[in-house]
């Protein structure tokens, strides 16, 4: 097994990211497509695997077309919900209607577009599964959801309908919420077999085939955990950020502060500089548990996918990601993008209550704060960006053991093959792209 390794380095990323930011400021967003393309070929071709890179083939001018029409369509939507809503609504159901064939034909395309070692990619699932995975089964389990839903407060209600069974209804009504939580937990898992299976056996390697075999089992299993794992985390950090709020902070005192600004509304902004620090505390506390509980089905999820996985029967797969690697890269990242947000919303502040509203020179450096603001917070994003895609495919192992270098030369072969017999059937000239 060899990993894949990213050779990307987040400066690099940056110049490229400030550019295609100033250019899709300066074009109206029309610059987006060529952008788009601009940081896919990055990625992609700082992607490798055995000494090979990926690369990603399509043209801003391939994309523009399609990204005309989304906007229009976007505006006409916008135009439409002013005018008339049920219009906007009629709308927005044909582009529910058209998104699984959107998302087919963006696969196909985007599949066809990425090559591994001169040996391109491509899509071969059909239409009809697209409408059942990405349109029927979803309206259907989210129909039941709220079947369910209704099912547990017409139980609840007639349980309790005199008022005099309290007790037995709030039974009830937690047997139901556990029973809608599994069903949640169930239902997505279920998507996920579904959607996963059915992009991973489409997918083609030139004329190799990608084949999996998972089950919906596994997957609830590692949501499950997932779920009671951010229980017990809730749990313990209620009680230690109790039992230290209890030290730290006067309730009455924030209690009688409350009191006072229900009747004077004037005194609240002074109660919010007291409130904001435990309120930011309780949330990044939640974040923290969320983030390592996601963490946790993320990387099992992925393992039993990648293990269960396999191209053409000669090449396997393996995850090595890890939940502990995978949460404390994404709370860094998380907390590295805030700071100069806060930092620079603090600053902005500051400016208004020196110069006050309206004043020039408190513009003129609030503009500069904003810069520097942008520049600061745009590294950090890049800086993030690279950081992640280096620990998901350095997570990604490939068995290059068994005659790996053979089998991507016969693909190679085989593609230049296929590409020629096409060429012939359709007399196709393809030009070098914008």
């Known amino acids: 097994m060899q990993a894949l390794n990213f050779d990307g380095k987040s400066f690099e990323y940056f110049r490229i990211w400030i550019v295609n930011i100033l250019l899709t400021i300066i074009t109206f967003g029309l610059y987006f497509p060529w952008a788009k393309v601009r940081t896919n070929r990055y990625f992609y071709a700082n992607t490798k695997l055995d000494g090979r890179n990926f690369e990603y083939h399509a043209t801003g001018k391939q994309l523009f077309i399609g990204y005309l029409i989304a906007m229009g369509l976007f505006i006409l939507y916008t135009i439409l919900q002013q005018v008339s809503p049920i219009l906007g609504l009629i709308l927005f159901g044909a582009f529910l209607l058209a998104l699984p064939w959107i998302v087919w034909r963006s696969m196909i395309f985007g599949l066809r577009m990425t090559s591994f070692s001169n040996v391109r990619f491509g899509f071969v699932g059909k239409l009809g599964p697209a409408y059942l995975n990405y349109l029927v089964f979803p309206v259907g389990l989210y129909l039941a959801f709220f079947a369910l839903i209704g099912l547990a407060y017409l139980a609840v209600k007639s349980i309790n309908s005199t008022g005099d069974n309290i007790g037995p209804a709030i039974i009830v009504g937690v047997i139901m919420g ?11 898992a279920y998507l996920k077999k579904r959607n996963t299976t059915y992009q991973l056996n489409g997918t083609r390697f030139g004329q190799g085939i990608f ?19 951010g229980i017990i985390g809730l749990i313990l950090y209620s009680a230690v950020a109790g039992v230290a709020l209890s030290f730290f902070v006067d ?5 009688s502060m409350g009191e006072a600004a229900t009747k004077n509304p004037e ?9 904001m620090p435990i309120i930011l505390a309780l949330y990044l506390g939640l974040i923290f548990i969320f983030v390592l509980a996601g963490s946790y089905v993320i990387s099992r999820q992925r393992k039993y996918i990648y293990d269960n996985t396999q191209l053409d029967g000669k090449i396997s797969f393996a995850s090595t990601l890890k939940a502990r690697s995978l949460a404390w890269v994404s709370l860094t990242n998380l907390i590295a993008i805030i700071i100069p947000l ?6 902005f502040g500051v400016i208004q209550a020196i110069y006050g509203p309206g004043n020039f020179t408190g513009l003129l450096i609030s503009a ?33 053991q068994i005659g790996f270098d053979e089998y991507v030369t016969e693909k190679q072969s085989q593609e230049s093959s296929l590409g020629d017999q096409i060429g012939d059937a ?6 070098i792209g914008v």
């Not at 029973?179 to 949640?184: G, K, T």
């Not at 084949?211 to 794992?229: C, N, S």
């Not at 005194?267 to 409130?275: A, H, R, T």
């Open 178 to 188: 556990i029973v809608v939580l599994v069903y949640s937990i169930w239902a997505i």
């Open 342 to 347: 806060i930092a620079a919303a603090t600053l």
């Open 211 to 229: 084949q999996t075999d998972i089950r919906v089992g596994p997957l609830v299993k590692y949501a499950l955990l997932g779920l009671l794992f």
């Open 426 to 431: 359709f007399n196709v000239d393809i030009g």
């Open 251 to 255: 309730f009455e005192a924030i209690s």
């Open 267 to 275: 005194l609240i902004p002074m109660i919010l500089p007291v409130l």
């Open 368 to 400: 500069g704060v904003g810069l520097v603001t942008v520049f600061v917070a745009g590294l950090v994003f890049c800086w993030a960006k690279v950081r992640m895609a280096r620990l998901m495919l350095t997570g990604t192992h490939v068995d290059t």
